[in-house]
DNA sequence: CCTAGTGCACCA
DNA sequence: GGTGCACTAGGT
């Protein structure tokens, strides 16, 4: 008999572990590990979604085992070297081992679990169809026992599939008899002759079912169901291209990958220095040695100017995945690439995980990029996933940046990964753009406008030359707060220790961490004033005074707000690239990998958010961001000018920016880090604990600390407990401890016991996150 | 002594 | 998460 290991997809620490399950006679040929299963669980014996990690050959009857009840997948969907992954994952990744597993699948494979309400009647409804009027109703019925409730663990999955017609016998089909008054059928008849056994489309034809069935019938035509990609025609449309002549610096990086095809590398070029078609001729060299590719780009960045690329390169064998596909989109990208179609993946954090077979090169664009962290559970990096599966394939992993974090340049700096640097322009006229530095407390004292006369005055200037100007403010919304001149009252949300963001265009005051949304008071809810103002600009009111300062300008805002729907995203760097507006107006969002050619000038408006954020990261973030968004300046043949105003000129990150002095940049900070025992000199965790209750957070918060201190050594140096910045959001209160060390062969069982610990019933609401590597501090 | 309500351990 | 079960308080 053959035993099967399952974990099961209740996400609980008692659960999390793999059950024993009997295999019956019917699936004991079929069953692997990597294929999902339906059990019964628990004493109601519901049925339940698992995954099979393990098969066992049993000889003698075990116990009374439960037997599995269906097999989902007639082959694994998980591979071997994926179950392998989520074992190495729970090292630093504090999740349950099903959430690892599920994070590797498409959102189709992970089922839904519906309840079927059965009434006495015969008729029945689905849970989740329900009102929440209905659901409270149908609960006390069926505690009363009218109501019956069946389980249902339903996967989703649904292929898209389109209905082709074919002529198996043309000689057949022309001699086949069709009376004269059938004009339809006449019509078909030589449609399909004409055609000459090519396969069409059922859903082309503009023939009736009716019409078409005759055909079937008399075993004119064959009907096949061909699997779709939803994703088919956009390929289509896009022109395929050829590589490009290498300059002396990309070869040289080119041929080290290449001949040392299990290392670490990191490349670090200036904006402009043609990474990506190092990227694009390394990834043809594996395929061509018959591997595959993985590239990650930020999510951000994911724009079709990047994907186009890699499509006009590789075809067909391209499969994109991120998050602006639809379940079903993603499900197909997923099956392309789990089939072998695809062998080149390109896409977001999650798509590290791709069932690639014979890997052969794993590409991370931008890595310093916080966005490869996930920021809920499985807290994942994606850098260290890459690194496992290249040791898994013997891969090379190819880590690129202009401003690689700290940690991966002092790799480099090591030798544990090997640096290549591009320090030219691959377009050799190109020149690198010119950094104003602009002091806003120099600037006329009024207040009342963002753009200092510097930035306004360029503005115009390439508006007159008919050239492209991206602005970048971080902060999005109208205003960041509201507060009364009288009594000075700030407008906080009443879940958050935080002010609540005005937005214009809806009129309404919004959190921007919990989502509360409110009116905007006419009087101050503390004096009765009627003075309320609005201080702290937003791209919103950004926006607003350009109108009025330039009324011919034409410009697009693209934030969180103006992006949610799909596809806007597209369409807005569309508008921009056909120069249907002369400014582009943004947040972060826009320093990304865009490249406009006609974009000659760029303004940061105020370089100053985040600058002073309570995050030891904050300096390293602030260059990176200056850096990327100075380069979308002037990249083909017009020089590029940059703007930046801020209200801090000498911050060292402000100056090297402007010097475009990376190198510079890495010693300071690194000193800084040095000093304060940081990364990339200290690892990092961070153990946050809310609850609703702020005496009872600090009183855990101190237990956790001292259960710390009891398992690390003392060169292990735990900082906290302390609020966190924002100390209270979704009126839960935060305090947080960072522990930070180099080596502490305990750590990874003290964590776990402090895990434990929330286990507990009296720590019932306590919620406890931990988070290896930390990327966001506030 | 019965019963509705709540807390709790366990799930193969 | 969901379930049966033990325990408890309050009613008859």
């Not at 597993?101 to 409804?125: T, V």
């Not at 069946?150 to 989703?156: F, G, N, R, V």
């Not at 198996?168 to 004009?183: S, V």
């Not at 940046?401 to 700096?413: F, I």
């Amino acid at each position: 008999m053959k035993i099967a290991k399952v974990i099961v997809d209740v996400p609980l620490m008692q659960t999390d572990k793999a059950f024993s399950y009997a295999v019956g006679q019917e699936f004991s040929e079929l069953i692997e590990p990597g294929m999902r299963v339906h059990l019964p669980f628990g004493t109601g014996n519901r049925l339940v979604q698992g995954i099979v990690v393990e098969v066992l050959e049993q000889s003698e009857q075990l116990e009374n085992l439960k037997t599995i009840a269906e097999l989902l997948d007639p082959e694994p969907v998980l591979t071997p070297e994926q179950l392998w992954l989520a074992d190495e994952m729970r090292h630093s990744v504090f999740s349950y081992k099903i959430s690892c597993l599920k994070a590797m699948l498409p959102n189709l494979l992970n089922s839904n679990y519906d309840k079927l309400l059965r009434a006495s009647d015969g008729s029945s409804s689905k849970w989740s169809e329900l009102t929440e009027a209905q659901k409270i109703a149908s609960a006390k019925a069926v505690r009363a026992g009218e109501i019956s409730i069946e389980y249902l663990a339903k996967s989703k999955e649904n292929r898209k599939i389109e209905k082709y017609l074919s002529v198996p016998d043309l000689d057949k089909l022309a001699q086949f008899e069709i009376e004269k008054r059938a004009k339809k059928r006449l019509e078909l008849k030589y449609f399909l002759l004409r055609l000459n056994q090519e396969k069409i489309a059922l859903k082309t034809l503009d023939f009736s079912t009716q019409i078409i069935k005759f055909f079937v019938e008399h075993d004119l035509v064959k009907i096949e169901e061909v699997e779709i990609s939803r994703t088919k025609e956009k390929f289509a449309a896009i022109q395929s291209d050829q590589a490009k002549q290498l300059n002396a610096e990309q070869t040289q990086a080119f041929e080290k990958i290449i001949h040392n095809p299990e290392r670490t590398f990191l490349l670090e070029g200036i904006t402009g220095s043609g990474k990506t078609e190092v990227y694009l001729q390394t990834i043809d060299h594996f395929l061509k040695k018959g591997q595959t590719a993985i590239m990650l780009v930020p999510e951000i960045s994911l724009t079709p100017q990047i994907t186009n690329r890699f499509i006009a390169r590789f075809g067909d064998k391209v499969a994109i995945m991120h998050s602006g596909l639809s379940d079903g989109e993603k499900y197909d990208e997923w099956r392309k690439i789990k089939s072998g179609q695809a062998q080149v993946v390109v896409g977001a954090r999650s798509a590290i995980f791709a069932p690639v077979e014979n890997l052969g090169i794993i590409i991370i664009d931008e890595e310093h990029e916080s966005s490869y962290k996930q920021d809920s559970s499985p807290r994942y990096h994606a850098r260290d996933i890459a690194l496992l599966r290249a040791k898994w394939h013997g891969a090379a992993l190819l880590l690129g940046s202009a401003t690689p974090s700290l940690e991966s340049r002092a790799r480099a700096m090591r030798g544990v990964y090997d640096l290549l640097l591009l320090t030219k322009r691959a377009n050799e006229a190109a020149i690198l753009p010119e950094i104003q530095v602009v002091d806003m407390r120099q600037e006329i004292s009024d207040q009342s406008t963002n753009f200092s006369q510097t930035l306004l005055q360029k503005i115009k200037e390439k508006i007159e030359k008919n050239e492209q100007i991206i602005l970048m403010l971080n902060r999005r919304g109208y205003s960041s707060f509201v507060m009364c001149r009288e009594c000075g009252f700030v407008v906080d949300c009443p879940n958050c220790d935080i002010s609540l963001t005005l937005h214009m265009d809806t009129r309404t005051l919004n959190c921007h961490y919990c989502g509360h949304v409110q009116g905007i008071p006419q009087t101050c809810p503390n004096c009765q004033s009627r003075k309320i103002r609005y201080y702290g600009s937003g791209t919103q009111k950004v926006e607003e005074e350009l109108h009025k300062i330039l009324p011919e300008a034409r410009v697009l805002r693209m934030d969180v707000d103006t992006t949610r729907t799909k596809n806007a995203h597209e369409k807005i760097l569309d508008k921009f690239g056909k120069h249907e507006a002369d400014i582009l107006l943004g947040t972060q969002m826009i320093a990304k990998g865009l490249d406009f050619p006609n974009v000659t000038l760029v303004g940061v408006i105020n370089a100053d958010t985040g600058l002073n954020l309570p995050d030891f990261r904050a300096s390293e973030r602030a260059f990176e961001l200056l850096m990327q968004v100075a380069g979308r300046a002037g990249r083909a043949d017009k020089k590029g000018e940059v703007i930046i105003q801020t209200f801090n000129p000498n911050h060292y990150a402000i100056q090297l920016t402007k010097a475009q002095d990376y190198e510079k940049f890495y010693e300071k900070e690194m000193a800084f880090r040095k000093e304060l025992s940081y990364p990339p000199y200290y690892f990092t965790v961070q153990v946050l604990i809310s609850h609703q209750n702020e005496e009872i957070v600090i009183q855990k918060a101190y237990e956790i600390a001292q259960l710390l201190r009891q398992n690390l050594t003392t060169k292990a140096k735990i900082l906290g407990p302390t609020a966190r910045p924002i100390a209270r959001t979704h009126n839960l209160f935060h305090y947080q401890i960072l522990v930070k060390y180099r080596f502490e062969e305990q750590l990874e069982n003290a964590l776990n016991q402090v895990l434990e610990l929330t286990q507990q019933r009296e720590n019932k609401n306590l919620r406890v996150l931990i988070d290896s590597e930390p990327q966001n501090f506030v």
